[in-house]
């Protein structure tokens, strides 16, 4: 049930990412913005005020899915405006830089979950239903999280002036001197071999990604290695730390070498060294916590790599007149496959142990992002058109 959660949430950013790609590529990408980030913070203000299980039984686990379904709309149509409109007023060569930033308020957001997390525990301790955490302490974020929406939408309405490509490109479908065709701009991307071969990179990128951050922690620190709450949060937040600066620093390697080039090593670094220090961690338990925060980072580092380069790459693979869409749908529909690795590995727990099936899961990730960046052309010296 726990895992349906989270999978309730990664389901609808490819839908969110169909609506407002094509919104924003229609539109524009500032007012797409601005309407996908209002929603997000209006849903994420109303799962604050979900009655708890004591109040309406069931229910409120069922009304949870359904807003947290409503909030991956949001949030995936919110990638789709603001993530291609800070690529198309990025210089040609300072995309790496920038894209790994911007990614790099990923682990800067789970730092402050984590650090709202232990000021939750230690002012209000989860000790059963009745527990003032489980009772109200976990709104508080969410009612953090809907105000800095709101904020955020507030400054796009007040300082964010529109993508100028964006402007430009539609003058000149104005003028019929344009030839995209971005009448149908989903229909335009599905029906290109480009989405195909992002899609299965990111895919695989996905699936690796969803082991760190969704299964690592839980499964593997918590219930493995047998990490208590405040250590299995320091652990992260360590590891959180050390993954800010080594987005930023992927962003300006796949720069520097090539981003098709990065993405072949770090995929190829996943199924060897990924692999190996996750066979590390499964077997960790007894081992001094030092150690075990260090592999942590170590694994966290060379796992998510990829991710400070995927945002240049991807809005440099498609056109103008498609490019919303194309960056939410490579972005956000090869979620979908990634998001049921807890299914995947209870198969593959039937033919093998658990440990073993985890590894095989996480080398084949790799490989699958390896091989969809070898699919593809390499992309830091295009122009935008």
């Known amino acids: 049930f726990t895992s349906l959660v989270f999978v309730t949430t990664l389901v609808g950013r490819?839908?969110?990412?169909?609506?407002?790609?094509a919104l924003a590529d229609r539109i524009g990408r500032r007012r797409s913005t601005i309407i996908s980030v209002t929603g997000f913070g209006v849903i994420t203000l109303l799962i604050a005020l979900v009655p708890g299980y004591t109040t309406i039984g069931i229910a409120a686990y069922w009304l949870l899915i359904v807003l947290r379904f409503l909030d991956g709309i949001c949030l995936g149509g919110g990638y789709t405006g603001a993530l291609p409109l800070a690529?198309?007023?990025?210089?040609?060569?300072?995309?790496?830089?920038?894209?790994?930033?911007?990614?790099s308020a990923f682990p800067l957001a789970y730092i402050a979950i984590n650090l709202?997390?232990?000021?939750?525990?230690?002012?209000?301790p989860l000790a059963g239903p009745d527990s003032p955490y489980a009772v109200w302490g976990w709104r508080v974020p969410f009612v953090l999280g809907a105000l800095l929406a709101f904020v955020l939408a507030v400054y796009y309405v007040r300082s964010v002036s529109?993508?100028?490509i964006w402007e430009a490109a539609e003058a000149a479908k104005s003028e019929g001197t344009s030839q995209g065709g971005a009448g149908r701009?989903?229909?335009a991307v599905l029906r290109s071999p480009t989405?195909?071969?992002v899609f299965l990179m990111m895919t695989g990128f996905w699936l690796t990604q969803n082991l760190v951050t969704l299964f690592l922690p839980t499964t593997v620190l918590r219930n493995l290695v047998g990490l208590t709450n405040t250590q299995l949060t320091v652990t992260l937040l360590l590891a959180y730390v050390c993954l800010v600066g080594s987005y930023i620093g992927a962003g300006v390697l796949g720069q520097r070498i090539g981003r098709r080039r990065f993405f072949v090593i770090g995929g190829l670094l996943i199924a060897t060294v990924g692999v190996a220090l996750m066979a590390v961690l499964v077997n960790a338990r007894g081992l001094p916590l030092g150690l075990i925060i260090l592999v942590v980072c170590v694994f966290s580092i060379v796992v998510t790599a990829p991710w400070g380069v995927v945002l240049p790459y991807i809005t440099e693979r498609f056109r103008t007149d498609v490019r919303a869409s194309g960056f939410g749908l490579g972005f956000s529909v090869s979620v979908v496959i990634p998001s049921f690795y807890a299914f995947f590995?209870?198969?593959l727990g039937a033919f093998m142990p658990y440990a073993v099936a985890v590894l095989v899961l996480l080398g084949f990730g790799g490989l699958l992002g390896a091989g969809g960046a070898a699919a593809g052309p390499e992309t830091k010296d295009v122009d935008f058109e």
């Open 195 to 197: 989405f195909l071969q």
């Open 162 to 164: 529109e993508s100028e």
């Open 345 to 347: 590995l209870e198969g």
């Open 87 to 103: 690529m198309e007023y990025s210089q040609k060569s300072r995309r790496g830089l920038l894209g790994g930033i911007i990614l």
């Open 116 to 124: 709202v997390a232990l000021a939750g525990f230690a002012l209000f």
């Open 185 to 187: 701009p989903l229909l």
């Open 14 to 21: 490819p839908i969110g990412a169909a609506v407002f790609g």
